[in-house]
């Protein structure tokens, strides 16, 4: 079982930057891919972006591509989305999510994420 954990959102004016943090228990952290999703009002759940178990590889929607970037610690069991040149259309309930898939990038499907966090809200004012 694995907990996570959100930290990090909150409002910000268009333009700017936010860091969102994911820490998750458990000793196995490094085994799995970790992703990051947001849900805006009034519409589905969507992929953000994801990085492999080592932080080798990463993956990006196209919406984020250029102004987000996805890092980890494995030695603090933590995930974090460095959000640059925020925009309005960003603001959304952002979510982390773990995945024990090895196929890559499995884990940009939500059905293939394994445990999910509460969720941050991230609000970006014009």
């Known amino acids: 079982q694995v907990q996570l954990g959100h930290s990090g959102g909150g409002l910000v004016q268009v333009g700017g930057s936010l860091r969102l943090s994911c820490a998750a228990s458990?000793?196995?952290?490094?085994?799995?891919?970790m992703g990051w999703f947001r849900q805006a009002a009034g519409k589905e759940r969507e992929f953000v972006a994801a990085?492999?178990?080592?932080?080798?590889?990463?993956y990006y929607a196209a919406s984020v591509r250029g102004r987000f970037s996805i890092s980890r610690d494995n030695a603090k069991n933590t995930v974090f989305l460095q959000m640059n040149s925020l925009k309005p259309e960003d603001t959304a309930v952002y979510y982390c999510?773990?995945?024990?898939?090895?196929?890559?990038?499995?884990?940009?499907?939500?059905?293939?994420?394994?445990?999910w966090g509460q969720g941050t809200q991230v609000t970006v004012s014009s």
């Open positions: 458990g000793r196995t952290f490094s085994t799995y891919a």
């Open positions: 990085i492999s178990g080592t932080g080798g590889r990463a």
């Open positions: 999510a773990a995945s024990s898939r090895t196929s890559w990038p499995t884990i940009i499907v939500e059905s293939q994420c394994d445990y």
